[in-house]
């Protein structure tokens, strides 16, 4: 009896001690801040979890947004065992032992079992492997959460037996209300300043977020209790200075860096560049920036500036502030001075008014994948001509649903390598969605 009454003391302490994150995570779906895509009222993991209906899910999101407090919520409303497992750690000897356990709890008291598998994208194809056959029978539902694509990091078999929910970065809202609530659980207050820095530093990390509160909390108490944290505070726990640009703002400042670097003024483009950095403007959202004006503005005229915005992005994570200053201003000199052209924004947004317009849609049967057995019986690939086989490489086929087969959405500009890239290929005489004018592709 004794351990029993030093392990229950052991629990006791260590969830007084636990991480701000940890005393705070949820235990209803009520609790739970920000995915309202999947838990607001009526949307489809709510409906399924309330339910007790949930069928094998692989549960896909950045860190910090609610997957593993989902996977608990689930713990706290289902019938059925309840089995966490973390792919850090566990073992394929694990994850069979806990499938064997599954099996005599159904056998032997006609109970289902629920496999939490936290991080899965840290198991092995062949790992993967070893919960497929529990999956497909049922005998198991698998909860799976990983931080990576799930089409590239969990086995296609294992994932199309499951229900993909994706998880988004929380929102401002969402992450002040777990500030406030954090400050609440520490007995503390905080200025609308402390607050906001610390919101803004999360980059939708509900965990980073009560972290800082945590730190700043911290560093505030040693000024008096009640602890009140000051903007200087939340500077301190999120080791960075808190933005500040004066009347223009956040908003503008960045509005001002694109229209610049997109206006070809490299100058313009680098002093709004030290304004941003000088301010403390997280470096990892001007790199975001650059990449997306990469596409946006450059494309084909020069698709080696998405390569340079690329880099500099990872620069930013390898290398650093103050060092990765000069990755930054190395993108903005070569997106600045680079050829624009906006044709392949302008082709994808043709293209998706196509896409939502559609009819049915259907795939020419000539390009229907036809390397299962009994495709060809179907006909699939019929008619199919391999480019490769023609004088140029190129023949002239369909390779559209027949009502969008005679739109067209890219059409290159004379700016930079994408200057006579229409005249590379013959194609047919086609109608620009639209206007509806006939061109040449």
Known sequence: MAPDLFDAAAEDRLSRRAPLAARLRPRALDEIVGQDHLIGPGRPLRELIEADRLSSVILWGPPGTGKTTLARVVAAATAKAFEELSAVAATVKDARAAIERARHRLGEHGAGTILFLDEVHRFNK????????????????LVGATTENPHFEVNPPLLSRSTLFRLHPLDATAVAELVRRGLAAEGATAAAEAIEHLVARSGGD??????GVEVAVALASRRGRPPHAELADAEGAADAKAVRYGRDGHYDVISAFIKSIRGSDADAGLYWLARMLQAGEDPRFIARRLVILASE????????????????????????????????????????????????????????????????????IHLRDSHYTG??????????RYPHDAEGGWVEQAHRPAEAADHVYYEPSDQGAEAGLGDRWPGPTVTRVGDRRPGRL
């Open 297 to 364: 503005d450059i494309g084909m005229a020069d698709s080696g500036a998405l390569v340079v915005a690329d880099a500099a992005a990872r620069a930013v994570e390898f290398v650093g502030l103050p060092e990765a200053q000069l990755n930054l201003a190395h993108a903005v000199v070569r997106l600045a001075t680079a050829p624009k052209s906006n044709r392949v924004t302008a082709a994808l947004g043709r293209a998706q008014a196509d896409a939502e317009a559609a009819g049915a849609g259907e795939v020419p």
């Open 375 to 384: 495709a060809k019986g179907l006909g699939h690939g019929d008619g199919y």
């Open 206 to 211: 509900g965990r980073h977020a009560l972290t």
């Open 126 to 141: 062949a790992q993967q492997d070893t919960l497929l056959p529990a999956v497909e029978n049922g005998l198991i539902t």
